[in-house]
């Protein structure tokens, strides 16, 4: 089984950045495309990025393209999530997420194998 630990969230003022970093442990994950989710209080857990195996490949949400990127070092077994231009809107639980990646690029959907626990962002306006 493998560990995802995230760290980064905090208390950040509109237009400010953060950066936020997924840490696994248990094994290396260079089989698998990553993601970030977010959750706000009383919303459904939403996709924000994602990234294929090796790093070539990314997604993004529509609410955070050109804002926000996502990276990743299979050496370190580490992906990040850069935020830019955070807004009031960007507040919620932001999750990392990993699975079995099912072709060379970047595969959207599917059920992802494990979760981190969730890092807070919270934007002041």
């Known amino acids: 089984q493998v560990q995802l630990v995230e760290s980064g969230g905090g208390l950040v003022q509109a237009g400010g950045s953060l950066r936020l970093s997924c840490v696994a442990s248990g094994r290396t994950f260079n089989d698998h495309d990553m993601d970030w989710f977010r959750q706000a209080p009383g919303k459904d857990r939403e996709f924000v990025a994602g990234i294929n195996w090796n790093g070539g490949d990314t997604a993004y949400a529509d609410s955070v393209k050109g804002r926000f990127t996502i990276s990743r070092n299979n050496a370190e077994n580490t992906v990040w999530l850069q935020m830019t231009g955070l807004k009031a809107e960007d507040t919620a639980v932001y999750y990392c997420?990993?699975?079995?990646?099912?072709?060379?690029?970047?595969?959207?959907?599917?059920?992802?194998?494990?979760w981190g626990q969730g890092t807070q962002v919270t934007v002041s306006s």
């Open positions: 997420a990993s699975k079995r990646a099912t072709k060379y690029s970047y595969s959207w959907g599917g059920v992802p194998n494990y």
